[in-house]
């Protein structure tokens, strides 16, 4: 026999031998959708045997022959297993369609503009898918403003100061939380502002009366970003955008699970701007030393950069006996920024600036189960170290033309070159016990503590810095729940909040001594909350609480720089009770959300930031309790979706935050001019809407085009006090803004690239006092994403 002929017979033979102990599963993953599934992990459980499908969502495997269980999963959806049999020497065909997760616990229910109620809960809140944004350039406090009752109010450009407003509250009324976690005193160079939306999986906004389970004292609500948990695969999502200003925007997010329940995940994103945007505004003639407040001038912003860099590691495991959780974190973050501005516009700063960074490690830790059945068990933990400079050792002072002249002692506000350590503990304890199906017990513990130390790095002596700022919080609450049917629920609940101020308190009028003083404040909170379907697709909810705010570190001892803080401040109560209607349901291919809320909050001891003239035709501001302030108001919000091809709808507030102080002042019978008058400085009337179209297998199968647009309408609202008059200068003016996104989305969403103009037709914008903010911007993003959906 020849050579070729044996070595025919020897691969024959080696080929049937091989085929005697091996076969071939294979197959095709869809989604319900009938779309392909890439990335996808298909395994045999209690094997080493695995695959992943291709962008067909095709996966191949070999294994011996025996009887198995499948799984497939991915990110987002119902993991399947499925039994197979694998027949020697054969290939055994199993194709497999997933579902998307409805949401964790049964608790959310998904419409289709990513806006859903928080099903089983009581308490007035909703969802936001974040799915359809992650193309966009938008940050998550731009992705909040799509939520009813939400206005995102901003001082300025890209990492300019901003304050979320809800349902008439603002700023400090409204805490924020990731993954339950309460975020204060993490530094501005990690606020909603900068964290792209890429970052969440979805936002839930609670919205009045609060579940203990946060453990927070706000008045206004709660917003929870709920970030991505990896599951069992590697994945990758990294973006690129560039946009006018200079605008230079990156993140990148990638981690993996392993069978073993090991995990670590990665975060990282940077925000850069020169935010040289055109503004419309007085100057100041350095020859006559007067600003003509008459005389409105168009220049260019030349002093406002800013940029921020924030990494996020965390590594740990899930899905063991012990833990279903168990995450160590830890977040390094930084910024800079030039201030260009003061709290009014008309005074320009040419050489101020702030710069800080912040670091945090973390502990999270969540069990079902614990010890015995129905008890459930979080517990986190985070330490954050957060130093700040506020530097104003400029020799000269600027006007908005950019021209300077010298001045006759350094600093353009107050000279300073000052270092901030601020130091913040944070604890909270979370535990959730059922008894049966209808019962359910919650105790919640949140400890804060704060120290704050100051340096003058241009005055080391200085008595006021040698004194700490000091705070200890502690809030503790417990709740029922009673659930004897699916249609309704009912939970009470009580509330208590104890907190301990120690600070510098000026003891001479010259304000040149210093003494340390301290406080402490406590209170007891409670409310009930319940939820009734009318129907299937019906529900209403009510809700009440007594509710507290402490003063946060900000209001007692302020900013170090432009803002002044009072420790003697008293807590904000108020007496809250909301009531929400909403309607959900799929008709076929057709998809209709409303929902309507009515909000009443009659708050006393009400902490106010005022605007207060300083020497030399300088501005600050202040914190002051201002006595007793009412809400009513209500919004409404609606939605329409056909099949995967069109999503329109929008929002309507009106909130009416007027001053309940009678008298000029207690004990007379003199009433106060300011009485039944709104509120200064608060949008009480607003409207968004938008609509979407999605383009489906444009150009190649699998690939998507997606257009919307979207609006802001804000109407005209008093700058100060109504009663001081109606003239232009004292009234923000009405403003109606649009935006334009084209995205474009190849191979089920793994190449993306998008295009976004803001402010489409050039409105003049304005959000706090006079400060203007940025007309007409483009901009482009590029982004892939390898994984699961």
Known sequence: MTRIGLTFLFIVGALSLWAQHTTMLSGRVVSKEKESMDFVTVYLKGTT???????????????????????????????????VTLIQGQRTKVNVVIESKATELDEVVVVSNGISRLKRSAFNAVALDTKALQNSTQNLSEALAQAPGMKIRESGGVGSDMQLMMDGFTGKHIKIFIDGVPQEGVGSSFGLNNIPVNYAERIEVYKGVVPVGFGTDAIGGVINIITKKNQKRWFLDASYSFGSFNTHKSYVNFGQTFRSGFTYEVNAFQNYSDNDYYVDTPVKDFATGAINKKKIEHVKRFHDKYHNEAVVGKIGFVDKKWADRLMFGFTWSNMYKDIQTGVRQEVVFGGKYRKGYSLMPSLDYRKRDLFTKGLDVALTANYNKNIMNNVDTSSYEFNWRGEMRPLKMP?????????????????????????????????????NAFHRSNKSLLNEDSEANAIPKETRKNISG?????????????????????????????????????????????????????????????????????????????????????????????????????????????????????EGGII???????????????????????????????TKGYNISARYGFANWISIGGSFTQMNVRDNVKTVSSGTNQESLTYGARMPNLPYQFANSDITFYWRNLGKKSNMLTVTYDNLYMHSFPLYSEVIGSESEFVVPTQFSHNLTFSYGMQNGRYNISFECRNLTNEKLYDNFSLQKAGRAFYGKVRVYFGGK
């Open 411 to 447: 600093g353009e506000q107050s000279y300073q070159n000052t270092r901030s350590d601020n130091n913040n503990w944070n604890g909270t304890l979370t535990a959730n016990y059922r008894i049966g199906k209808a019962h359910m017990f919650t105790f919640n513990h949140v400890i």
């Open 600 to 630: 009443y909050r009659n708050t006393k001891d009400y902490i106010q930031r005022n605007i207060s003239d300083l020497s030399g035709g300088k501005y600050g501001a202040t914190y002051v309790n201002h006595g007793k302030v009412l």
């Open 478 to 594: 417990l709740s029922y729940r009673l659930m004897p049917m699916e249609h309704w629920n009912v939970s009470v609940f009580g509330k208590y909040y104890n907190q301990f101020i120690a600070g510098p308190v000026a003891s001479s009028t010259a304000q040149d001594t210093y003494i340390r003083t301290t406080n402490s404040v406590s209170a007891m909170g409670y409310g009930a909350a319940g939820t009734y379907f009318i129907m299937k697709s019906l529900q209403a909810k009510l809700s009440y609480e007594k509710a507290y705010r402490l003063p946060t570190n900000e209001e007692m001892f302020g900013d170090e720089d432009l803002e002044t803080g009072d420790i003697a401040l008293k807590p904000e109560n108020s007496d809250n009770i909301n009531v929400n209607l909403s309607y959900n349901e799929m008709f076929g291919k057709h998809s209709v959300y409303v």
């Open 49 to 83: 045997y695995g695959s992943t499908t291709n962008e067909q969502g095709l996966y191949h495997l070999h294994a011996p022959a025996g009887k198995y269980t499948l799984v497939v999963s991915a990110i987002g959806y119902e993991t399947v297993e499925k039994p």
